[in-house]
């Protein structure tokens, strides 16, 4: 298919969408070089082999997970021409995401009650890795959510049709991209010591 053929909101979408897909490659470059360091680092004597992850990241999630099938469903919904559902799991989505978040911050405050720290005489290299993936990775959450706050916002405004739902459907794909990478770091963490 010719790129440049098309109505100009056609290739406006094109444009969008592409842009989209760079920022998500060049975040996933970004997480697979952390994610590499970690893995090289394990080799110092000061590694911790035994630490657990806190259970509160293994809720959140699950949280996540969920959020990302609401998000499909509000979709659905939109594409049947139900604005009210559309607009139930767009906020169920929304406060799901922030529950993530919130889990995220009583997962360090479970690191930080086993004895470990970001800084200080009781943090390590461990841990230093583990706070930075997961900071990084709630900044673009909360990202997310402000996509999601301005797809409510446009949906209330009847901004979006089944014919047209350009910005939901790149909010929709950042939240699932962001939601995928949790998966993969949560489960990289926890089985890589």
Known sequence: ???TQGTLEEKTGRAKKMM????????????AGWTSAFVVSSSRPDWLKDFRLPNAFIVSTLIIIVSS???????????????KQTAIWLLITLVLGVAF???????????????YNFTGPTSNVTMSYIYLIALV?????IVGLVCLLVVIYNHFKQKYTASNMLGLELAATFWHFIDILWV?????LYFVR
């Open 184 to 188: 993969y770091l949560f489960l990289f």
């Open 101 to 115: 978040v919130i889990g995220q911050f009583v997962g360090f405050g479970q690191i930080i009650d086993a004895g």
């Open 137 to 141: 990775h709630i900044l673009h959450v």
């Open 1 to 3: 298919m010719d790129l």
């Open 69 to 83: 099938i609401a998000f499909v469903l509000a979709k659905k919904a939109l594409k049947a021409g139900h604005r």
């Open 20 to 31: 989209l897909w760079f920022g998500i490659i060049s975040l996933i470059m970004s997480f």
